[in-house]
């Protein structure tokens, strides 16, 4: 077996902390070694500074706070999981003035380089109790696209 092809995904949108959480979500735990690269890119101006810790089904996961958008190199994104329809809209945008995106093996997993999540994600919730049931939501749902992302990356080796 040898080394999977390097994976570069962006997770875009609308809000800064959103997209922080869910890149945080799709990477899960350092497991050292290998890994798909996710980060988290957003449409509007983030006012926040530093990374931060969530917790989701008892694990604790880091934060990374988001980048502005216009900013990625589009010619080395695989893949931009747009969170809304204005990041989708933004980010198809950016790769048709500043690409093409990459010409490898995950064209054949992600033909398209922008793809919409597939679920609308309520707004973040203030209190507590409330964020923690929305953040388990959010698990959940990018479940799937989780593990999409993780097997095409192990099936680039």
């Not at 809000?15 to 497991?31: K, N, P, T, Y």
């Not at 989708?88 to 919409?116: K, Q, W």
């Amino acid at each position: 077996m040898s080394t999977p092809t390097p994976l570069d995904v962006v997770v875009i949108g609308e809000r800064s902390d959103v997209a922080g959480i869910a890149a945080a979500i799709l990477r899960g735990e350092d497991i050292g070694g290998y890994n798909p690269r996710i980060s988290a890119a957003c449409v509007k101006f983030s006012t926040e500074k530093s990374p931060f810790f969530a917790t989701t089904d008892g694990r604790k996961i880091k934060v990374d706070i988001a980048v502005s958008y216009q900013v990625v190199d589009v010619r080395r994104v695989d893949l931009w999981l747009a969170l809304d329809a204005t990041a989708a809209e933004r980010a198809r945008i950016l790769v048709m003035h500043n690409g093409p995106p990459p010409s490898n093996f995950y064209r054949g997993v992600f033909p398209d380089p922008v793809v919409p999540c597939g679920f609308e994600i309520p707004y973040m919730p203030s209190v507590k109790e409330s964020f923690d049931k929305w953040l388990n939501f959010l698990a959940e749902r990018l479940q799937p696209w989780r593990e999409r992302i993780w097997n095409a990356y192990r099936d680039s080796s």
